[in-house]
């Protein structure tokens, strides 16, 4: 009995500094469980109480490519690499919408999920890394799109559709370090609710979303791939349509680069942030 009271009169309490820190990564994981229910709350809750439901992840990118095929395709006369025109800008839809989604709705996720921030504590990387999920379901329905136009039009794609994963993931880092830069910046300034919206919308006429980029002055392709979602569009081009696509390298390394350093600076200001997240919102 004595020798039992002894071992545990010797047995210290220890904090240490910063361990939080170094266990943060592994609290990501042990809170999975938490990250699958924010994901699949959200999923439910933006086609709850609509009359056609999930159908709208498909009515929205039919119709915007309807539109473009029509305006650039049909008007404009402008180049489709070979392609049916309406595969070719859908082959840019996916990619995009997945991006802008990702944005609206990773700047919202820190103010929606206030109540939750405030009061407990797990890893706030979870927040927006569910919003970004969530947008990749949005992503994975509209490929039934692209599947029904390659139907349509007797498209066989080549061998290049199995380098698309890469392209893919490609899409989620931009998406991913993009997002937790918004989602950051709406906590500390609310502006940020009115000017994603007009980031969302200026990026769709800038990025090669209806048009092929090939129509850019060749001077100029360079400069324009500085927009990091022109090397994701254009990958997924070259991945969907085989053929006459062809990859501009060095505008495709440059936003290959720009891409993880957006993740990567996105993560870090992020984890900056995260202290003063439950104070500030």
Not at 56 to 82: C, D, E, H, N, Y
Not at 109 to 130: D, E, M
Not at 207 to 236: A, C, E, H, K, M
């Amino acid at each position: 009995m004595s020798s039992s009271t002894n071992i545990s009169s010797k047995q210290e309490l220890v904090i240490e500094a910063g361990r939080t820190e170094q266990q943060y990564w592994k609290d990501i994981w042990r809170y999975r469980e938490l990250f699958y229910f924010l994901a699949w709350r959200d999923i439910l809750v933006r086609y709850k109480q609509t009359a056609i439901g999930i159908a709208w992840a498909l009515i929205r990118p039919f119709l915007t490519m309807v539109v473009f095929s029509v305006v650039f395709g049909q008007l404009a006369k402008l180049p489709s690499q070979g392609a049916p025109y309406p595969i070719l800008v859908f082959s840019a839809m996916l990619p995009w919408q997945f991006f802008s989604n990702s944005l609206s709705e990773c700047s919202n996720s820190l103010i929606g999920n206030a109540n939750l921030i405030s009061k407990v504590y797990f890893p706030r990387l979870i927040v927006p890394t569910s919003a970004v999920v969530v947008s990749f379901v949005d992503f994975m329905i509209s490929g039934i799109i692209l599947l029904g136009l390659m139907a349509w039009y007797n498209f066989v794609p080549t061998w290049r559709i199995v380098t698309l994963p890469f392209f893919i993931a490609i899409a989620f880092a931009a998406s991913m370090g993009a997002g937790l830069w918004l989602a950051s910046l709406n906590v500390k300034y609310r502006d940020f609710r009115y000017i994603v919206p007009f980031i969302v919308q200026f990026g769709l006429y800038i990025s090669p979303v209806g048009f092929s980029s090939t129509i850019v002055p060749d001077q100029w392709r360079f400069v324009y791939s500085l927009n990091p979602i022109v090397g994701v569009i254009d990958g997924f081009r070259w991945a969907i349509l085989g053929g006459e696509s062809n990859l501009y390298l060095p505008g495709f390394f440059l936003s290959l680069a720009l891409v993880f350093l957006l993740l990567i600076s996105g993560i870090w200001y992020f984890r900056k942030m995260e202290r003063t997240f439950a104070d500030v919102i």
